[in-house]
């Protein structure tokens, strides 16, 4: 069982950046993010493998976002730059032992083994 910690948000004014972390108690092949707005379902946001090669965003959020990852921590980090109050949502780490990220894997939520408990991050304008 893989345990991730989310941490990192907060209140931001639109313009503004954020960087939240998740803690994985162990290393994943695949590290995301997810986002659930009020009233909506949750989306993807990014996606990386374990080496960084490769990033994926949702188009959403490309240009502004950034997600990286630290081994040596077990951790992924998302840069939310430019915010605004349409990325207003709870933010949800996710981790998958393997898989194949290809543009119909990464944002199917059945395909990640382990979720955060996710963390707040409210915009306003």
């Known amino acids: 069982q893989v345990r991730l910690v989310e941490s990192g948000g907060g209140l931001v004014q639109a313009g503004g950046s954020l960087v939240l972390s998740c803690a994985a108690s162990t290393r994943t092949l695949i590290m995301a993010w997810f986002r659930q707005a009020p009233g909506k379902e949750r989306e993807f946001v990014a996606a990386?493998?374990?080496?960084?090669?490769?990033?994926y965003y949702a188009d959403s959020v490309k240009g502004r976002f950034g997600i990286s990852r630290d081994n040596a921590k077990n951790t992924a980090a998302l840069q939310m730059n430019g915010l605004s109050p349409e990325d207003t949502a709870v933010y949800y780490c996710?981790?998958?032992?393997?898989?194949?990220?290809?543009?119909?894997?990464?944002?199917?939520?059945?395909?990640?083994?382990?979720w955060g408990q996710g963390t707040q991050v409210t915009v306003s304008s």
């Open positions: 990386t493998i374990w080496n960084n090669a490769n990033k």
């Open positions: 996710a981790a998958a032992r393997d898989g194949y990220i290809g543009a119909s894997w990464r944002p199917d939520q059945l395909k990640y083994d382990w």
